[in-house]
């Protein structure tokens, strides 16, 4: 899920970003906007976000211009220490309005509205990649191995010698079950979409774990699970609270 932070206040966006990255660990901030000028300059620019977080008083304006000059089709959740605002929140595609400092408990609930609300929506027509998943699940067509560039020489790795995979530093790794490294050309999501998803699962952003990989799991705080990978990661490999119950029904299909 794509996410879009409109924030004037750095401690304040980041503190929201780190919140929302605690709560789901598949969620992407794309981008944070500290401006009603940079905001529409990239909402003008860009496809538009699954979600976005406005502040509403920003220091060149209020976040209702950036909605009143462009064409936007996301829902917002508005952000602000101040409450008079609110009915004309409303007036917009408006999920929540919540008061600063946002309390945690507070923005899951404003996630579990929005998502709540997408459910009752029609269904989005199905993207090519959506029917390329398909077709691969049904024919068992997924990927075999992965082309690894070492230094002058190429060396192909099978996806049954594949552990798991990781990115660090923007770089993707696939890490083997013999406890060797390789950097990949391809991103996580790209892996994601070719990979056999009874064999692996996306466990948060940076992570693709293997099912043979999976040594021990353990209950965490904050409702998520902790993986013990078999090799190691130097990661933390965390399951999100939001994405536990789909890692516990993949475990026992």
């Not at 013990?228 to 933390?236: G, R, S, W």
Request: hydrophobic share 40%; net charge negative; glycine share 2%.
């Amino acid at each position: 899920m794509k996410v879009v932070i409109v924030e004037d206040e750095l401690h304040s966006a980041e503190r929201l970003r780190k919140m929302l990255l605690s709560l789901d660990g598949i969620l992407e901030v794309e981008s944070i906007l500290d401006s009603v000028a940079r905001a529409m300059e990239w909402f003008r620019d860009n496809s538009p976000p699954d979600l976005a977080f406005f502040d509403i008083q920003l220091g060149d304006g209020n976040s209702f211009e950036i909605l009143q000059q462009v064409n936007t089709t996301f829902p917002v959740i508005f952000t602000t220490a101040f409450d008079e605002y609110a009915i004309k929140a409303f007036k917009f595609q408006s999920i929540d309005y919540l008061l600063k400092p946002i309390e945690e408990e507070e923005l899951q609930q404003a996630l579990h509205k929005f998502r709540s609300q997408q459910s009752l929506l029609p269904s989005r027509p199905v993207q090519p990649e959506a029917l390329a998943s398909a077709h691969r699940l049904i024919t068992g067509d997924f990927k075999k191995r992965f082309l690894i560039k070492i230094g002058d020489q190429y060396k192909p790795v099978s996806i049954t010698e594949t552990a798991y995979f990781y990115s660090s530093d923007n770089q993707s790794y696939l890490m083997s079950l013999s406890g060797k490294s390789y950097p990949i050309d391809q991103s996580l999501e790209q892996v994601d979409r070719s990979v056999n998803p009874l064999e692996f699962f996306r466990v948060s952003r940076k992570m693709l774990v293997n099912l043979t990989a999976i040594k021990e799991v353990h209950t965490y705080f904050n409702s998520r699970l902790l993986i013990k990978l078999d090799p190691p990661v130097e990661l933390e490999c965390i399951v999100s609270r939001e994405r536990v119950s789909d890692f516990k029904s993949w475990m026992d299909l």
